[in-house]
């Protein structure tokens, strides 16, 4: 696991300053490795949350699509 996710999951990294910190690159990264760990079939508790976090980042710089415009991602377990 890339250590800028780690930082993530393991609560190194502030979701608020830390993500505005970031470059683009680095939240477009973060934003596809996120999702990645979305998509198996129990996600780690946490990932959702900071997956949003990341796009309403990338939102606030005009780069992505809104929390109203994006698809739900359905990460309940069946």
């Given at each position: 696991?890339n250590?800028?996710?780690?930082?993530?999951?393991?609560?190194?990294?502030?979701?608020?300053?830390?993500?505005?910190?970031?470059?683009?690159?680095?939240?477009n990264?973060?934003?596809?490795?996120l999702?990645?760990?979305?998509?198996?079939?129990?996600?780690?508790?946490?990932?959702?949350?900071?997956?949003?976090?990341?796009?309403?980042?990338?939102?606030?710089?005009?780069?992505?699509?809104?929390?109203?415009?994006?698809?739900?991602?359905?990460v309940?377990?069946?």
């Amino acid at each position: 696991m890339n250590a800028l996710l780690s930082s993530c999951l393991e609560g190194e990294l502030d979701p608020v300053e830390g993500l505005a910190k970031l470059s683009v690159a680095e939240l477009n990264f973060l934003a596809d490795a996120l999702f990645r760990l979305l998509d198996v079939g129990k996600p780690e508790f946490g990932v959702k949350s900071w997956y949003d976090a990341v796009l309403d980042e990338l939102a606030a710089r005009g780069l992505g699509p809104g929390r109203s415009e994006r698809s739900a991602v359905d990460v309940s377990s069946d």
